[in-house]
């Protein structure tokens, strides 16, 4: 049997206060700026992206504290905390996040519970009392010396955040958590399958057991001056990339693959959503022009993003239905590279074919390549931080919870490629240090 050390108060104290001396010291070493609890403060660690040491040094840190907290608290309040204190920490996250008290909240000031009440709409003000004495307690907002509401460090970091919170902790995206059992014990585990039994269908309130983007599209009213669940959708995958990059998100992308090779070509960014991406890398890229590829119902959202971000010049949008055969691009242009990003994950090995395949054909008329970012799961045990590993299966098991889909591992990845066509090949994978992204490239040998 395996005897795990028994780690101690003093041994695991002893390592938080190794490590922190650690980052502190490369902190200073690198000038960057400290960690910090004020609402100017650190926000995230980005600007510490090539520097390595610092990034595992401090993903230690999390997972020494996180193991003392849990050897504090021992397992019986560890488990009341799951399925007490912590829930009720995303409810009030989720609560105030819609209503907006992050942006009623002045940066460097403060207000009353009645003026903050009165901005925000709020006519209940003792139970908006409630909800904000128990996220003082988690270190959002604070309580001033003369009663008034102010930010913290926490508080202040929500305008970024917020519209990947409202979708995650909203119904469709947490519908799914409560049928995910009845999933495993449904499911055939044939990867022949391509309608697969998905927890948020078997979670669908009209118990149709409608597939995710079959609901999404369904709730299209929406009334005036509010957004269709579409939008917001496209509005969190937007926040999740600044979010989930710690604020790094084209300098992840940029590390991850040869732009260059692609000087002068066309990228086709298929499930590009409103072209939320390819806005962000664009200005980076010189010289590659872009067609995003995507449900009709992001025409509208993309085409505002990307005037936006005036990239109209270089960034075109077209409605494609992934499934189907590719298209001819706008205006005449031809492939040089297909990109899919975070996409693949929330498919069946057979859907994913169905995806691939269409871009098979360019790759052999045009010697595009395909290049697929997204996630790809350790095959094995300590290739990681636990910290690192729960940030990356955190989005496989969401994967599953949406579409009955999930991220793959190199392997089988490569035992889905081999489905689609036996000339497809990975040519190069790379991890940016500590990014949840991988960046794959694929060839076909012709
Ligand atoms: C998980 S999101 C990823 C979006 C974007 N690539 C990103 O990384 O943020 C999956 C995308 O696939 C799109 N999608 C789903 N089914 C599709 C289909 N049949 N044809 C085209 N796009 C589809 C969705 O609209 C959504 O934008």
Redesign the pocket.
């Known amino acids: 049997m395996d005897q795990q050390e028994a780690p101690t108060l003093t041994a695991l104290s002893r390592l938080i206060t190794d490590s922190a001396n650690t980052l502190q010291h490369l902190l200073t070493q690198y000038n960057l700026q400290p960690p910090s609890v004020s609402p100017n403060g650190r926000k995230d660690w980005s600007d510490a992206a090539a520097h390595p040491d610092i990034l595992s040094t401090r993903s230690d840190l999390i997972d020494h504290t996180q193991a003392l907290l849990n050897l504090v608290r021992g397992p019986v309040e560890t488990l009341a905390a799951y399925s007490g204190s912590m829930l009720s920490e995303i409810d009030v996250l989720r609560t105030l996040n819609l209503l907006k008290v992050h942006e009623a909240v002045p940066l460097d000031g403060s207000l009353s519970i009645s003026d903050l009440a009165a901005k925000i709409g709020v006519r209940d003000e003792r139970s908006l009392a409630k909800q904000l004495r128990f996220a003082y307690l988690m270190g959002l907002f604070r309580q001033t010396d003369n009663g008034q509401v102010a930010h913290t460090a926490l508080s202040a970091a929500l305008p970024e955040s917020s519209a990947w919170i409202e979708w995650r902790t909203g119904r469709l995206a947490s519908q799914g958590a409560h049928e995910v059992a009845k999933a495993i014990l449904l499911r055939p585990q044939s990867v022949e399958q391509e309608e697969v039994v998905a927890p948020s269908a078997l979670a669908d309130p009209l118990g149709k057991n409608r597939a995710f ?1 079959v609901q999404i599209e369904d709730v299209k009213e929406a009334a005036p001056g509010q957004e269709t669940e579409t939008e917001l959708y ?1 509005r969190a ?1 937007r926040g ?2 600044l979010h989930q990059n710690s604020g790094g998100a084209a300098a992840t992308y940029l590390q991850g693959l040869d732009w260059e090779s692609l000087k002068g070509g066309t990228i086709v ?1 298929v ?3 409103n072209g ?2 390819v806005v962000e890398l664009a200005p980076w890229v010189h010289g590659i022009s872009f067609v995003v ?3 009709p119902q ?1 025409e509208k959202p993309a085409r505002d993003l990307i005037e936006a971000h005036k990239l109209a010049d270089r960034i075109r949008f077209q409605a ?4 189907t055969p590719q298209p001819e691009l706008p205006d005449g242009k031809v492939p040089a590279a297909y990109l899919l ?3 693949l994950q ?1 498919w069946s090995d057979a859907g994913s074919a169905r995806i691939l395949k269409p871009l098979v054909r360019g790759m052999e008329k045009y010697r595009a390549k395909t290049w697929i970012i997204g996630r790809l799961l350790p095959d094995g045990f300590d290739e990681m931080s636990v910290h690192e590993e729960k940030n990356l299966r955190n989005m496989d098991l969401l994967g599953f919870n949406l579409h009955g889909g999930g991220d793959r591992s190199e392997k089988e990845l490569k035992s889905l490629l081999g489905m689609v066509d036996t000339r497809l090949r990975i040519n190069k994978i790379s991890r940016p240090h500590q990014s949840v992204l991988s960046f794959v490239e694929l060839v076909l040998d012709v």
Do not use: A, E, Y
Not at 320 to 323: C, G, V
């Open positions: 983007w496209s995958m999740l990339l960014d499930g590009g959503g939320h991406v590829q995507d449900r992001n494609h239905d992934f499934l990003v975070r996409v929330d």
